[in-house]
């Protein structure tokens, strides 16, 4: 067997172990993030959105697990939007640039993509990641600009992942400038100008007049102006 031949088959072999672990994972796991129905009640019905969590070494699954539940304690709130974590895996991320990172995921989860909405995944922060951001400054979440499905955060933080999530449902490119959907600017690694989990109301009407879109392998939105983050498409 020639290198190619079993390079190729070391690849199906991976996609392979990939697919039943995922679908293994769903056979599992049916259950749904318990939703307080006092919050619940304000934006009925709650659509739950199902997530593959795609995780680099280093991260835990209990770190990944957390930082959902507080995530969708303010998106349960503010938009009737909840995030299911049917199952996950590990996964390189050879590059550290946002698109490079976002290609690595998608190629990684392909054969899995019509069972789940989304696929986030968690990057751990290497020594010149922390050095880049101290020194220039660095990127902490981003969302892909072709299907706006896949998200890679770079930080555990609520707020970078409510954010991504929110692009999800938002037509723009761009931020708003406005509340929790403008870009997070900071004085010094760590200490944000802006940090805030306020909504506007303009963000707000659009993300639910989108709350029912189709998550698949069908572009989203199917016209804007052209993202900085897109995926080759295959």
């Known amino acids: 067997m020639g290198a190619g031949t079993a390079a190729e088959a070391s690849m199906a072999l991976s996609r392979i172990l990939v697919l039943a672990l995922v679908l293994l994972s769903v056979l ?7 939703i307080p129905r006092a919050v619940a009640a304000q934006d009925e019905p709650v659509r739950v959105l199902s997530v593959l969590l795609v995780l680099e070494e280093g991260v835990s699954i209990e770190q990944a697990r957390q930082l959902i539940r507080e995530a969708n304690a303010v998106l ?8 299911h974590p049917v199952a996950h895996i590990t996964a390189d991320f050879p590059s550290r640039k946002r698109n ?9 989860t392909l054969e899995v993509r019509d069972h789940f909405d989304l696929f986030i995944g968690f990057a ?5 990641d922390r050095m880049k951001r101290v020194l220039v400054g660095d990127w902490m979440g981003v969302i892909d600009d072709t299907y706006r499905r896949y998200i890679v955060l770079k930080e555990m933080d609520r707020r970078v992942l409510v954010h991504e999530v929110y692009h999800a449902f938002l037509e723009s490119d761009g931020h708003s400038g406005c509340g929790l959907m403008s870009a997070l600017v900071e004085i ?12 506007c109301e303009e963000d707000r009407t659009e993300i639910i007049a989108n709350r029912d879109r189709r998550f698949d392998a069908t572009a989203w939105p199917p ?7 897109k995926l080759a498409i295959r």
């Open 28 to 34: 599992l796991c049916s259950c749904e993030p318990r």
């Open 124 to 128: 751990r922060k290497t020594p010149v």
């Open 188 to 199: 010094l690694p760590g200490i944000p100008l802006n940090y805030s989990m306020r909504l």
């Open 76 to 83: 349960i709130r503010q938009t009737g939007l909840a995030l």
């Open 100 to 108: 490079g990172m976002l290609q690595q995921m998608y190629a990684s």
């Open 223 to 229: 016209v804007r102006s052209a993202g900085k983050d």
